[in-house]
């Protein structure tokens, strides 16, 4: 065998003239089928037991799902009680339809049609292999024996399914050229064609063609390619529902189906999260969630995807990974600086455009639409900036801090994820938030205060201020005048050994903390000696008393930060 890659075959693409798919868009959903109870169900450690599978089937329903596969009836017993269940057990609502999967072989054909005996609707999906490959090791087989073996299979199924159909059962057909991909075009369009006269497939009676990437061995666009092929050159195409079942060997199962619906395919088979074999089937949440991002609607409802995650993991006891898109833990979080920027920007704009359109960089979609807007978009570790330990402030304590604290406020927020070498919660950072700017009640402490306000005729108000003051262990009264309550106040102490402070900024809010309200105010100050800026915070349900803590706070960090 030859070294390392030079041992792999590339793959031959396609010859197509004038292709027209890479200029459509998808417009409209396609029909769904989910394989997860067969494909998927087949590729776990441990399959599902029959209640797990029930309890999966009636999530897949919720979802909206109207077409399902439940298994492989003939292959084992296990298979064939749970299709029995669904049928016996009233499990299947009227306009879903039960799909079952067998090889094209008799005694298994036969088995199927005892197994679905009672559904009310039904596909009866059957399959034989068709590439190159597996004609030359598996079945060594020409192009006309794999084509009998399929033929035989649909005079087969035709023949048993009639009086089912006359006594009421709606029962349609699917077959699909197993490793479609690596089948040359024209012998698949021979095969499927050949399939469709033998099952006497009309316009009015379609037979779902499934064209499946078994294995995954080609880029998107080239799979795109050949499907275009495959479509213009199928004579009966008016009788057929081409269908797609894309596996994920290349990690592009979802461009594989977007591309294939470009190029004229009107149906998928997926899985949630892209359970299957090996790397997988396509994952039908993305695939429909990235519809629902175009303005396109899926037709199926993600709307409460944890809820549908943890039914899925506990049934399958496969983990969904933390950047699964839409669905994983990490998906709608941001950890670095300018992402969290960005998003504070983003949702700021939406709240002042009222903009009808979400509108938010770095979230492609509004956590809402997947039943997520209770979790922290914000996450802070070392790699994050100054505005999200402010959005945290924000959004989980009510604190809007003004924009000129937010670098100062994210350093210290810094400089303690640095020390501790990772993620910091909320609570630290209010914690943080509290030592840093609101608990500094050293050297100085209001003890106790009054105001007298007048007004004049004019409205002017004239506040007069008189308090005790703490200074370590000295206790001194303070007085002062001013237009309104912070004024007098900074007045009162000017005349002490505050008088090197210089008013700089102010603003103030309301927090509300279940019923409990009170206000917060910002204070900066400017120390004249040395030009330094200082950030203080007051809090009190008085809301004449909150600025004052406030500048008293700013003047004890200026203390502590200069001794
Ligand atoms: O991947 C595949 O080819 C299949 C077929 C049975 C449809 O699962
Ligand atoms: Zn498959």
């Not at 006359?166 to 991909?181: A, D, I, K």
């Not at 900024?505 to 009170?518: K, L, M, N």
Request: charged share 25%; hydrophobic share 35%.
């Amino acid at each position: 065998m030859r070294p390392g890659y030079q041992k792999y075959i590339p793959f031959q693409p396609q010859k197509i003239e004038n292709r027209t798919w890479p200029d459509q868009v998808i417009t409209r959903a396609p029909i769904w089928c989910s394989v997860d109870l067969r494909d998927g169900n087949q590729a776990l450690v441990d399959p599902m037991n029959l209640q797990e599978k029930l309890e999966y089937f009636h999530t897949l329903i919720d979802i909206g799902v109207k077409e399902i596969e439940i298994g492989f009836p003939s292959a084992s017993e296990t298979e064939y009680e749970i299709c029995r269940e669904l049928i016996e057990g009233g499990h299947i609502p009227d306009d879903v339809t039960i799909q079952v999967l067998v090889q094209a072989r008799e005694h298994l054909i036969k088995k199927t049609f005892e197994a679905i005996q009672g559904a009310k609707n039904v596909i009866l999906h059957f399959y034989n292999s068709t590439s190159t490959l597996q004609r030359k090791v598996v079945f060594h087989m020409d192009m006309d024996g794999i084509t009998k073996i399929a033929t035989d299979a649909a005079d087969l199924i035709y023949e048993m399914s009639q009086p089912l159909i006359q006594s009421g059962m709606n029962l349609r057909y699917e077959y699909s050229p197993e490793s479609f991909m690596g089948t040359e075009m024209d012998y698949a369009v021979d095969i499927c064609q050949a399939v469709l006269e033998h099952l006497h497939a009309t316009p009015d009676r379609k037979v779902i063609l499934n064209l499946p990437t078994t294995v995954e061995n080609c880029m998107p666009n080239q799979f795109a390619d050949m499907l275009e092929y495959f479509i213009r050159k199928l004579p009966s195409r008016n009788c057929a529902v081409i269908s797609l079942h894309p596996h994920n060997d290349r990690g592009t199962g979802v461009a594989t189906a977007e591309m294939g619906l470009l190029a004229g395919a009107e149906r998928v088979e997926a899985t949630l999260f892209g359970n299957g074999e090996r790397t997988g089937n396509v994952d039908m949440i993305t695939l429909a969630m990235n519809m629902w991002t175009q303005g396109v609607d899926p037709k199926l409802d993600f709307s409460q995807i944890n809820r549908i995650k943890e039914m899925y993991e506990r049934t399958t006891k496969m983990p969904v990974g933390d950047r699964q898109p839409y669905a994983g833990k990490l998906v709608f979080t941001a950890f670095s600086g300018s992402h969290q920027d960005a998003i504070n920007k983003g949702t700021q704009y939406m709240k002042e455009s009222g903009s009808d359109f979400w509108e938010i960089p770095y979230l492609p979609i509004d956590p809402a639409d997947v039943g997520r807007e209770y979790e922290p978009i914000i996450r802070i570790n070392s790699q994050s900036g100054k505005g999200g330990a402010a959005y945290i402030m924000e959004h989980n304590f009510g604190f809007d801090l003004p924009k000129a604290m937010h670098p100062e406020f994210g350093h210290i927020v810094q400089v303690e994820t640095d020390r501790v070498g990772k993620e910091i919660t909320p609570e630290r950072i209010n914690e943080l938030f509290h030592q840093e700017y609101v608990d500094v009640k050293e050297p100085y402490k209001l003890l106790k205060h009054s105001f007298h306000e007048t007004i004049d005729a004019e409205g002017h108000s004239h506040v007069a201020f008189q308090g005790t003051i703490q200074h370590t262990d000295t206790i001194f009264d303070v007085s002062g005048e001013g237009n309104g309550p912070i004024d007098a106040f900074f007045n009162a102490i000017k005349g002490e050994k505050m008088a090197r402070f210089s008013f700089l900024d102010y603003s103030s809010h309301a927090i509300t903390d279940g019923s409990d309200s009170q206000g917060v105010a910002y204070i900066l100050l400017q120390d004249q000696r040395d030009g330094k800026k200082y950030w203080g915070v007051g809090l009190s349900h008085n809301i004449n008393l909150a600025p004052l803590r406030a500048i008293l706070a700013a003047i004890n960090r200026a203390k502590r930060k200069s001794s």
